[in-house]
């Protein structure tokens, strides 16, 4: 079989692999150098628009529109750019076995891949109903949501069904911005999860309680505190109905799956050191292992604002930690040193008219502030966390750029805050005069 060898190889092909090609090719990248093998039949996207403008009726976004970096605001790298720069794009090619020791990697078709420095980028896999024996979770027409194919499924489906009725499991992130898409394209639409209240990882009950209220405004019927625990499907095998945990049966049409995200770490088992489910690196995104480093969903690494280690499953860390990886591997070879990663966790979301963000950490004491009535014809409103008398997270919906940097500042600089009340007073006043 055919041996391919490169200096620089990134195994996956999503955000991270995307902004870490610009980055060498920014700190200077020989053409032939530079490998992204990547399981995808297509070059390295924004993937956040797959569950937004992607599914949308109107105003509908489609490749190329959304090659990475175009997200943040950066230039657009399409197929050709890669050509360009003498980067090779290896695309619809999975990776089936590394041997991190043998520097080797071999593809499902037998193709060899030898490289001096290996990035790991293979991001998340989406947690299957079947993962956990649920009755029927495999009949037609039960979808999740990861790689692009999976958003053409569900944009035939959509398109096949007409005024359907759709059951979106789960109330996470898929949750919340699939049951807004799908409503969007006048679909009948209700979400189950287990939970008092939707994006509990995030939200305090009364974060929730606003999407809740606005959401059943749209239209979403909401069913909390209970599960999926089976699937009855008709003579053709597709989803006809859901059963729940509490007895209740749901009619169906279109299912959608957002249970949750796992790292895709397995190809290394017991090759490289691992922590809190992920590839653990340093300040730096180097592995246990030489010439071998993890980025984006995959890395656990040092978070030194709070002097802990954590793993993040968001675009904005996708990008910067590849941006760091491959600073470092560069600065490495010329002999220099560069600052260690020094991140500020930042969330957001975008459904229906609606739009925030989260700078922080959402641990302690959690004030609301602002107008919160799902009724509102302009809703504005946010959190502050405090813990230990300073402020160290915070939440604004329906922010300006301007409030928006306000808040991140805040969630950066921690200032002191010991009258929660006045905090509540002040609002985002409070962020602004920061
Ligand atoms: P990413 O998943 O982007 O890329 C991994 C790549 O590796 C894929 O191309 C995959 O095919 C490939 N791969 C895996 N195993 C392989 C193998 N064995 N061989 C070859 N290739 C392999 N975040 C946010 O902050 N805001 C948002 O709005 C959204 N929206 C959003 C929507 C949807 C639908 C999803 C699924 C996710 C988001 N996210 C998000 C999360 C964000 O997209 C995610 O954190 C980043 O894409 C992670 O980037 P990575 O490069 O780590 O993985
Ligand atoms: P998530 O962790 O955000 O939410 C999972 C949800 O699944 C939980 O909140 C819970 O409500 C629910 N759940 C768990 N077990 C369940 C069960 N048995 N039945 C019903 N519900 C159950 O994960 P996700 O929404 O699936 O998102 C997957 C990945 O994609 C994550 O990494 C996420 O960060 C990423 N993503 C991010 C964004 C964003 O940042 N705006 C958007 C989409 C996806």
Same mark, same amino acid.
């Given at each position: 079989?055919a041996?391919k060898?490169?200096?620089y190889?990134?195994?996956g ?9 610009r980055?060498?090719?920014k ?10 093998i ?12 797959l569950s937004?403008a992607?599914?949308f009726p109107?105003?509908t976004?489609?490749?190329?529109g959304?090659?990475v ?11 050709e750019?890669?050509k360009e720069?003498?980067i090779?794009l290896?695309?619809?090619?999975e990776?089936?076995k590394?041997?991190?020791?043998a520097k080797t990697?071999?593809?499902a ?11 790991i980028?293979?991001g998340?896999a ?5 993962d956990f024996g649920?009755?029927g ?6 979808f ?8 053409d499924?569900?944009?035939?489906v959509i398109?096949?069904k007409k005024n ?5 499991v789960g ?5 919340l911005?699939?049951?807004?898409a799908?409503r969007?394209?006048n679909?009948d ?15 305090t009950a ?6 809740e209220? #606005?959401?059943? $405004?749209k %239209?979403?019927?909401?069913?909390? &505190?209970?599960v ?8 053709n +095998?597709?989803v ?13 049409d279109i299912v959608?799956v ?8 397995t190809l ?6 691992e ?6 690196t340093d ?6 292992v030489?010439d ?10 040092p978070?030194k604002?709070?002097n802990d ?6 675009v904005?860390?996708a990008?910067k930690?590849?941006?760091?990886a491959?600073?470092?591997?560069k ?5 220099k ?13 975008r459904?229906f ?5 989260? #700078?922080?950490? $959402?641990? %302690?004491?959690?004030v609301l502030? &602002?107008?919160?009535d799902?009724?509102?014809?302009n809703p504005?409103f +946010?959190?502050?966390?405090?813990k230990d ?5 915070a939440?604004?919906e329906g922010g300006?750029?301007d ?5 991140a500042?805040v ?8 009258n929660l009340d ?5 609002g985002?006043s409070?962020?602004?005069?920061i």
């Amino acid at each position: 079989m055919a041996e391919k060898s490169f200096k620089y190889v990134i195994i996956g092909g999503g955000v991270s692999a995307g902004y870490a090609a610009r980055e060498f090719s920014k700190q200077g990248v020989k053409p032939g150098e530079l490998a992204i093998i990547s399981k995808e039949a297509v070059a390295p996207y924004e993937r956040p628009a797959l569950s937004k403008a992607y599914l949308f009726p109107e105003g509908t976004a489609r490749l190329p529109g959304f090659h990475v970096c175009v997200g943040s605001g950066g230039e657009r790298l399409l197929p050709e750019w890669y050509k360009e720069k003498g980067i090779e794009l290896i695309l619809s090619t999975e990776i089936v076995k590394a041997d991190l020791a043998a520097k080797t990697l071999v593809s499902a078709a037998g193709e060899i891949f030898k490289y001096h420095i290996l990035i790991i980028a293979t991001g998340s896999a989406v947690i299957r109903l079947t993962d956990f024996g649920v009755q029927g979770a495999d009949a037609k027409n039960i979808f999740y949501l990861r790689e692009i194919d999976d958003a053409d499924k569900l944009v035939e489906v959509i398109k096949g069904k007409k005024n359907g009725k759709v059951v979106i499991v789960g109330g996470g992130y898929i949750g919340l911005e699939l049951s807004a898409a799908l409503r969007i394209n006048n679909l009948d639409v209700t979400m189950v999860y287990p939970e008092p209240w939707c994006m509990p990882r995030l939200f305090t009950a009364g974060i929730a309680a606003f999407y809740e209220g #606005y959401y059943a $405004n749209k %239209g979403v019927k909401i069913i909390k &505190g209970t599960v999926a625990v089976g699937f009855n499907a008709d003579s053709n +095998g597709e989803v006809k109905e859901v059963k729940l945990k509490d007895g209740r049966v749901l009619e169906a049409d279109i299912v959608v799956v957002g249970v949750g995200g796992r790292p895709l770490v397995t190809l290394f088992k017991g090759q490289v050191e691992e922590e809190k489910g992920g590839i653990k690196t340093d300040a730096f995104f180097k592995t246990s292992v030489s010439d071998v480093y993890a980025v984006g969903d995959v890395a656990t690494f040092p978070m030194k604002l709070y002097n802990d280690i954590r793993r993040v499953e968001h675009v904005d860390h996708a990008r910067k930690s590849a941006e760091q990886a491959v600073k470092a591997i560069k600065s490495n070879e010329e002999g220099k040193t560069i600052d260690v990663y020094d991140y500020l966790p930042f969330f957001y979301s975008r459904s229906f008219d609606l739009s925030w963000q989260f #700078y922080g950490d $959402n641990v %302690g004491d959690a004030v609301l502030f &602002g107008d919160n009535d799902p009724a509102s014809p302009n809703p504005k409103f +946010g959190s502050y966390w405090i813990k230990d008398g300073k402020v160290v997270g915070a939440f604004l919906e329906g922010g300006s750029p301007d409030e928006n940097k306000a808040i991140a500042k805040v969630a950066r600089v921690q200032p002191p805050a010991v009258n929660l009340d006045l905090l509540t007073k002040e609002g985002l006043s409070f962020a602004c005069k920061i």
